[in-house]
């Protein structure tokens, strides 16, 4: 049997994806993972601690792709980073989408997640924050433009991998024109052209 954490985080990540975050109960967590709702908070101190934990070790990772990307520069070419970043970035958004979007029906629960995610100094803002890191230390390479806006750059990508999320993963029976891989690499040779 895995140990409790695990079990938690696995109960977790089945709930909030097919009842959503707002419905799945740290007391229905705990039924699911076989324990009790004591040793869940022995592992996690709120649901949304275990939503962040979720979205950091059961969804695809694009959090520490941006980083190491910031931090060493010029391994690959800019545009098979952005292409690597679009594709992590159009699975995190499709598979994160079904788990948070309940929380904007409830403002409420949505108030308290917000500032629960503010405490833990994470949110929403961070992969556009890292994006953004990691373009601006292309600029400083001279491998994109010295004008470009790497902020909007990486708000535009990020932006449309979302959006991809919400437009067709969110849709029953609605498939994307294209694969993750060629919406993945067209993403990002169209905003290179922009910003090379």
Not at 95 to 115: C, G, V
Not at 118 to 144: F, K, N
Not at 174 to 193: G, H, I, N, W, Y
Request: proline residues 5%; contains cysteine.
């Amino acid at each position: 049997m895995k140990p409790a954490r695990e079990r938690i985080l696995d109960a977790s990540h089945e709930l909030m994806r097919t009842i959503g975050l707002a419905r799945a109960t740290t007391k229905e967590i705990a039924k699911a993972a076989g324990c009790s709702e004591a040793a869940l908070y022995k592992h996690f101190t709120s649901k949304e601690e275990l939503f962040v934990t979720v979205l950091r070790e059961r969804l695809p990772q694009l959090g520490p792709l941006l980083h190491r990307l910031a931090a060493r520069p010029g391994e690959r070419s800019v545009e098979e980073n952005l292409t690597e970043i679009a594709r992590q970035a159009a699975h995190f958004y499709a598979e994160s989408f079904p788990i948070a979007a309940s929380l904007y029906a409830e403002t409420t629960l949505k108030r308290r997640h917000d500032d629960s995610m503010q405490e833990m100094g994470t949110g929403p803002h961070m992969p556009i924050e890292g994006l953004d890191a990691y373009l601006r230390t292309e600029r400083e390479a001279g491998r994109i433009s010295a004008g470009a806006d790497t902020f909007a750059a990486a708000s535009l990508l990020l932006g449309a991998c979302a959006q991809r999320a919400f437009a067709y993963d969110a849709v029953v029976g609605k498939k994307p024109p294209q694969s993750v891989d060629e919406f993945a690499a067209a993403l990002a040779r169209t905003l290179l052209a922009g910003i090379s």
